[in-house]
């Protein structure tokens, strides 16, 4: 059974930094490309930031491009998603998400993932 745990949610001052973790169990983790998703009060889930299996490709979306960081460490089933220069629309909360293949055709798609987290709290205070 794949269980994802995610971890490093709270609240922060706009303008500072947070760190997500996505511990992954039940699968090959290093055969498995992995995404993060956010979901606002009253909002659609929307797409934040996916990586490749290896590593080698990562995605964005153009909302965090430049402040977010998605990255992963293979030897320790971990994804991280660094989050820097945070804005009070940043809050949400964080899940993190693994697809069914090494790559991803469509990022950003959400029924591309077949497994979810059950979710972060990211608060961003102005």
């Known amino acids: 059974q794949v269980q994802l745990v995610e971890s490093g949610g709270g609240l922060v001052q706009a303008g500072g930094s947070l760190r997500l973790s996505c511990a992954a169990s039940?699968?090959?983790?290093?055969?498995?490309?992995m995404g993060w998703f956010r979901q606002a009060p009253g909002k659609e889930r929307e797409f934040v930031a996916a990586i490749s299996s290896s590593g080698g490709s990562t995605y964005y979306a153009d909302s965090v491009k430049g402040r977010f960081t998605i990255s992963r460490d293979n030897a320790k089933n971990t994804q991280y998603l660094q989050m820097n220069s945070l804005k009070p629309e940043d809050t949400a909360v964080y899940y993190c998400?693994?697809?069914?293949?090494?790559?991803?055709?469509?990022?950003?798609?959400?029924?591309?993932?077949?497994?979810w987290g059950q979710g972060t709290q990211v608060t961003v205070s102005s």
């Open positions: 998400a693994t697809a069914p293949g090494s790559s991803l055709l469509h990022p950003s798609r959400p029924l591309g993932y077949d497994y």
């Open positions: 039940g699968r090959t983790f290093s055969s498995y490309a």
